[in-house]
Structures are given as structure tokens and as C-alpha cells.
């Protein structure tokens, strides 16, 4: 069933807090459980004229990921550093991103050594303090239950 608080709360993301305008091309990043304000956000971006890149995420899936990089491997550094250049690419011409944390268990990465957690966020600073500093951002806690 359709709740129309989505409605209501896409249209406030959108126009109030990321300021999106007809012809803006922004990104979203949501874990699965926040497909329903995924859903209500692309909906209001249609109405807007504006377009949107959707990426889905999933912490588990994150966690296995995590799992397969050694902070010690050099391999690791540069492909991480290699991401983080990609997504500076994909973001050049986007004015923003909406990301919304949706996690059903927020202790997922709590076995993750934090020596990777180190290494992953030290490769991706570059694609931070782009969209922190240089593009529009909002960051949603969605409830889960």
C-alpha cells in the first residue's frame, strides 16, 4: 500500500533541502529497505524534470565485500583509490546526492577490522570531500522495523 508521507517527504528532500531544478541530474544511494522512498523520490523527480541515478546497497552484501579487502595489500589500496576516482567521474556532472541509511541491523560491520574500515575510508576521502564540499547533499535515516 502507498503511503503518501513518501509523497510528501520526496517533495521536501527534493525542493526544500537538495533545491533540485528542472534539468538537474542527481544521484541516490539507498539501501534496499528504502526502496519505497526511492520509489516516491523518482516519482517527484519526473515531476520536477530532472533525473536521477539510483544505486541500491545492501549491508550485508557490504560486509562480504569489506571481508575480501587486506589493509596491507597494495592491490587493495589502488582499487579502492581507482573507485574513488571513478565515482569523482560519475559525480563531475551531478549537482548532488541523496543518501538514505535504511539498515535492519546496524551492527553488520561491527566484525569488520578496523584497519579495513581505515583503508576503505582513506582510498574513498577524495570522493567525500567532493560531495561534501562541493555538492549538494542530504543524508536520511529511514525507519526499519
Known amino acids: 500500500?502507498?503511503?503518501?508521507?513518501?509523497?510528501?517527504?520526496?517533495?521536501?528532500?527534493?525542493?526544500?533541502?537538495?533545491?533540485?531544478?528542472?534539468?538537474?541530474?542527481?544521484?541516490?544511494t539507498s539501501d534496499i529497505s528504502g526502496i519505497p522512498l526511492v520509489k516516491a523520490l523518482l516519482?517527484?523527480?519526473?515531476?520536477?524534470?530532472?533525473?536521477?541515478?539510483?544505486e541500491l546497497t545492501s549491508q550485508e552484501v557490504t560486509r562480504s565485500l569489506l571481508e575480501t579487502y587486506q589493509p596491507d595489500d597494495p592491490a587493495a589500496a589502488a582499487f579502492l583509490a581507482d573507485k574513488a576516482q571513478a565515482g569523482i567521474r560519475q559525480y563531475e556532472k551531478l549537482v548532488g546526492d541523496v543518501v538514505i541509511r535504511a539498515y535492519h541491523n546496524d551492527q553488520e560491520l561491527s566484525g569488520?577490522?578496523?584497519?579495513?574500515?581505515?583503508?576503505?575510508?582513506?582510498?574513498?576521502?577524495?570522493?567525500?570531500?567532493?560531495?561534501?564540499?562541493?555538492?549538494?547533499?542530504?543524508?536520511?535515516?529511514?525507519?526499519?522495523?
Open 112 to 145: 569488520i577490522p578496523p584497519a579495513v574500515l581505515q583503508l576503505t575510508a582513506r582510498e574513498g576521502k577524495p570522493l567525500k570531500d567532493l560531495l561534501i564540499d562541493q555538492r549538494r547533499w542530504v543524508l536520511f535515516e529511514y525507519p526499519t522495523f
Open 43 to 54: 516519482a517527484a523527480t519526473g515531476k520536477i524534470g530532472a533525473h536521477a541515478q539510483v
Open 1 to 28: 500500500m502507498h503511503d503518501p508521507r513518501l509523497d510528501r517527504l520526496a517533495h521536501l528532500i527534493l525542493n526544500h533541502s537538495m533545491r533540485i531544478a528542472r534539468g538537474e541530474a542527481f544521484h541516490i
